[in-house]
Protein backbone atom coordinates (compact mmCIF):
# COMPACT_ATOMS: atom_id res chain seq x y z
CA UNK A 1 0.00 0.00 0.00
CA UNK A 2 1.53 3.71 -1.23
CA UNK A 3 0.40 6.49 0.87
CA UNK A 4 0.60 9.63 -0.47
CA UNK A 5 0.64 12.82 1.76
CA UNK A 6 -0.07 16.31 0.55
CA UNK A 7 1.04 18.95 -0.36
CA UNK A 8 4.68 18.82 -0.09
CA UNK A 9 5.10 22.11 1.95
CA UNK A 10 2.54 24.17 3.56
CA UNK A 11 3.15 27.59 4.63
CA UNK A 12 1.05 29.11 7.07
CA UNK A 13 1.54 31.34 10.13
CA UNK A 14 1.27 30.95 13.55
CA UNK A 15 -2.35 30.80 15.08
CA UNK A 16 -3.33 29.49 11.61
CA UNK A 17 -5.12 26.09 11.06
CA UNK A 18 -3.08 23.30 9.02
CA UNK A 19 -4.89 20.72 7.05
CA UNK A 20 -2.58 17.99 6.20
CA UNK A 21 -3.63 14.75 3.34
CA UNK A 22 -3.19 11.39 3.56
CA UNK A 23 -4.10 9.06 0.70
CA UNK A 24 -3.65 6.00 -0.06
CA UNK A 25 -3.80 3.46 -2.71
CA UNK A 26 -6.24 0.83 -1.26
CA UNK A 27 -8.79 0.87 1.59
CA UNK A 28 -7.18 0.40 4.81
CA UNK A 29 -8.68 0.21 8.27
CA UNK A 30 -8.90 2.95 10.24
CA UNK A 31 -7.48 1.26 13.13
CA UNK A 32 -4.17 1.06 11.14
CA UNK A 33 -3.23 4.52 10.18
CA UNK A 34 -1.20 6.54 12.40
CA UNK A 35 0.55 10.13 12.40
CA UNK A 36 3.98 11.54 13.63
CA UNK A 37 5.48 14.49 13.85
CA UNK A 38 9.33 15.07 13.60
CA UNK A 39 11.44 18.07 14.37
CA UNK A 40 14.70 18.23 13.06
CA UNK A 41 17.39 16.03 15.05
CA UNK A 42 14.88 14.23 16.54
CA UNK A 43 13.27 11.11 16.16
CA UNK A 44 9.29 10.75 15.00
CA UNK A 45 6.99 11.54 17.64
CA UNK A 46 3.49 9.66 17.66
CA UNK A 47 0.72 12.22 17.63
CA UNK A 48 -2.41 10.21 16.36
CA UNK A 49 -3.55 6.46 16.32
CA UNK A 50 -6.40 4.52 15.04
CA UNK A 51 -6.63 7.40 12.44
CA UNK A 52 -8.35 9.99 15.10
CA UNK A 53 -7.30 9.04 18.78
CA UNK A 54 -4.27 11.61 20.31
CA UNK A 55 -1.25 9.69 21.52
CA UNK A 56 -0.80 10.37 25.20
CA UNK A 57 0.15 14.16 26.07
CA UNK A 58 -0.66 15.11 22.87
CA UNK A 59 -2.68 18.73 22.58
CA UNK A 60 -6.12 18.63 21.75
CA UNK A 61 -5.29 21.35 18.97
CA UNK A 62 -3.85 18.25 16.64
CA UNK A 63 -7.07 15.95 15.83
CA UNK A 64 -7.15 13.30 12.62
CA UNK A 65 -10.08 11.76 11.11
CA UNK A 66 -10.96 10.30 7.71
CA UNK A 67 -11.63 6.54 6.62
CA UNK A 68 -11.36 4.11 3.82
CA UNK A 69 -8.13 6.17 1.37
CA UNK A 70 -8.36 9.60 2.50
CA UNK A 71 -7.35 10.61 5.91
CA UNK A 72 -6.57 14.34 7.28
CA UNK A 73 -4.60 15.65 10.27
CA UNK A 74 -5.89 19.00 11.37
CA UNK A 75 -3.55 21.23 13.36
CA UNK A 76 -5.43 24.35 14.67
CA UNK A 77 -4.57 27.46 16.07
CA UNK A 78 -0.49 26.79 14.82
CA UNK A 79 1.45 27.06 17.74
CA UNK A 80 5.55 27.92 17.00
CA UNK A 81 6.48 24.61 18.38
CA UNK A 82 4.05 22.99 15.73
CA UNK A 83 6.30 23.97 12.19
CA UNK A 84 8.20 20.34 11.25
CA UNK A 85 7.71 17.72 9.04
CA UNK A 86 4.63 15.54 9.82
CA UNK A 87 4.55 11.63 8.34
CA UNK A 88 1.38 9.35 8.16
CA UNK A 89 1.94 5.21 8.47
CA UNK A 90 -0.17 1.99 7.85
CA UNK A 91 -0.07 -0.86 8.94
CA UNK A 92 -0.37 -3.65 6.96
CA UNK A 93 -1.14 -7.49 7.11
CA UNK A 94 1.91 -9.89 7.68
CA UNK A 95 3.01 -7.17 9.22
CA UNK A 96 3.92 -4.37 7.01
CA UNK A 97 4.00 -0.88 7.52
CA UNK A 98 4.43 1.62 5.14
CA UNK A 99 5.31 5.58 5.50
CA UNK A 100 4.18 8.50 3.63
CA UNK A 101 6.33 11.30 2.13
CA UNK A 102 5.93 13.66 4.37
CA UNK A 103 4.41 17.51 4.60
CA UNK A 104 6.53 20.05 5.80
CA UNK A 105 4.81 22.78 7.81
CA UNK A 106 7.19 25.71 7.87
CA UNK A 107 6.45 29.83 8.79
CA UNK A 108 4.86 31.73 6.34
CA UNK B 1 11.73 6.59 32.21
CA UNK B 2 10.60 4.94 29.19
CA UNK B 3 13.44 4.73 26.94
CA UNK B 4 15.20 3.21 23.82
CA UNK B 5 19.00 3.96 22.53
CA UNK B 6 20.30 2.77 19.72
CA UNK B 7 24.15 2.03 19.18
CA UNK B 8 26.93 0.33 16.65
CA UNK B 9 26.30 2.23 13.47
CA UNK B 10 29.19 3.32 11.54
CA UNK B 11 31.04 3.44 8.17
CA UNK B 12 30.87 0.24 6.12
CA UNK B 13 31.65 -0.42 2.65
CA UNK B 14 29.40 -2.42 0.29
CA UNK B 15 29.12 -5.83 1.13
CA UNK B 16 30.30 -5.51 4.52
CA UNK B 17 28.22 -6.44 7.26
CA UNK B 18 27.42 -4.06 11.03
CA UNK B 19 24.75 -4.96 13.84
CA UNK B 20 23.05 -2.79 15.42
CA UNK B 21 21.38 -2.92 18.76
CA UNK B 22 18.80 -1.66 20.76
CA UNK B 23 18.75 -0.81 24.96
CA UNK B 24 15.17 -0.72 26.10
CA UNK B 25 14.19 0.47 30.01
CA UNK B 26 12.00 1.75 31.97
CA UNK B 27 9.39 -0.55 30.87
CA UNK B 28 8.52 -4.52 30.35
CA UNK B 29 10.32 -4.85 26.58
CA UNK B 30 9.16 -8.82 26.79
CA UNK B 31 5.21 -7.57 26.35
CA UNK B 32 6.30 -5.58 23.22
CA UNK B 33 6.61 -5.86 19.69
CA UNK B 34 9.34 -3.77 18.78
CA UNK B 35 10.10 -2.04 14.93
CA UNK B 36 13.37 -1.48 13.07
CA UNK B 37 12.60 2.08 10.92
CA UNK B 38 15.50 4.39 8.99
CA UNK B 39 14.94 7.55 7.29
CA UNK B 40 17.35 7.98 4.28
CA UNK B 41 19.45 11.11 3.48
CA UNK B 42 16.15 11.77 1.92
CA UNK B 43 14.29 12.07 5.15
CA UNK B 44 12.10 9.45 3.49
CA UNK B 45 11.08 6.58 6.46
CA UNK B 46 11.33 3.29 5.92
CA UNK B 47 10.09 -0.14 7.66
CA UNK B 48 13.03 -2.52 8.30
CA UNK B 49 11.69 -5.04 10.32
CA UNK B 50 9.64 -6.34 13.43
CA UNK B 51 10.22 -8.56 15.88
CA UNK B 52 7.15 -9.64 17.88
CA UNK B 53 6.92 -10.79 21.57
CA UNK B 54 7.45 -14.41 20.69
CA UNK B 55 10.96 -13.71 18.97
CA UNK B 56 9.08 -14.04 15.23
CA UNK B 57 10.53 -12.08 12.90
CA UNK B 58 9.41 -9.70 9.42
CA UNK B 59 11.22 -8.13 6.96
CA UNK B 60 10.08 -6.12 3.75
CA UNK B 61 11.47 -7.67 0.57
CA UNK B 62 14.13 -5.19 -0.01
CA UNK B 63 16.63 -6.07 3.39
CA UNK B 64 14.72 -9.81 3.51
CA UNK B 65 17.53 -11.93 3.36
CA UNK B 66 20.24 -9.71 4.35
CA UNK B 67 18.86 -8.48 7.10
CA UNK B 68 18.11 -10.42 10.80
CA UNK B 69 16.20 -9.25 13.50
CA UNK B 70 16.15 -10.98 17.44
CA UNK B 71 15.98 -9.85 21.17
CA UNK B 72 17.08 -11.16 23.98
CA UNK B 73 14.52 -10.02 26.64
CA UNK B 74 16.83 -10.95 29.71
CA UNK B 75 19.30 -8.14 28.38
CA UNK B 76 16.21 -5.80 26.97
CA UNK B 77 17.84 -5.69 23.83
CA UNK B 78 16.98 -5.59 20.33
CA UNK B 79 19.58 -6.39 17.50
CA UNK B 80 19.42 -5.77 13.94
CA UNK B 81 22.47 -7.34 12.05
CA UNK B 82 23.14 -6.48 8.64
CA UNK B 83 25.12 -8.50 5.70
CA UNK B 84 25.50 -7.41 2.20
CA UNK B 85 24.71 -4.04 2.80
CA UNK B 86 24.65 -1.29 -0.42
CA UNK B 87 24.62 1.98 -0.77
CA UNK B 88 20.99 2.88 -0.39
CA UNK B 89 20.78 1.49 3.29
CA UNK B 90 22.73 4.94 4.17
CA UNK B 91 19.97 5.74 7.12
CA UNK B 92 19.73 6.65 10.59
CA UNK B 93 18.47 3.89 11.86
CA UNK B 94 15.77 3.47 14.45
CA UNK B 95 13.82 1.23 17.15
CA UNK B 96 10.64 1.91 18.29
CA UNK B 97 8.17 0.31 20.43
CA UNK B 98 5.10 -0.83 18.75
CA UNK B 99 1.99 0.51 20.20
CA UNK B 100 -1.04 -0.60 18.72
CA UNK B 101 -0.69 0.47 14.97
CA UNK B 102 1.88 2.72 15.86
CA UNK B 103 5.06 3.47 17.17
CA UNK B 104 5.07 5.23 20.46
CA UNK B 105 8.76 5.33 21.89
CA UNK B 106 11.51 5.62 19.34
CA UNK B 107 15.41 5.84 20.10
CA UNK B 108 17.14 8.41 19.09
CA UNK B 109 18.89 6.58 16.37
CA UNK B 110 22.03 5.56 14.50
CA UNK B 111 23.75 6.09 11.70
CA UNK B 112 24.76 3.79 8.78
CA UNK B 113 27.08 5.13 6.13
CA UNK B 114 27.55 2.47 3.00
CA UNK B 115 30.46 3.92 1.02
CA UNK B 116 33.87 2.46 -0.84
Known amino acids: IVLTQSPDTLSLSPGERATLSCRAS???????LAWYQQKPGQAPRLLIY???TRAAAIPDRFSGSGSGTDFTLTINRLEPEDFAVYYCQQYGGSPSLTFGGGTKVEIK | EVQLVESGGGLVQPGGSLRLSCAAS????????MHWVRQTPGKRLEWVSTVDSAGDTYYPASVKGRFTSSRENVKNSLYLQMNNLRPGDTAVYYCARRWLYGMDVWGLGTTVTVSS
Open chain 2, 26 to 33: GFIFSNYD
Open chain 1, 26 to 32: QIISSSY
Open chain 1, 50 to 52: GAS
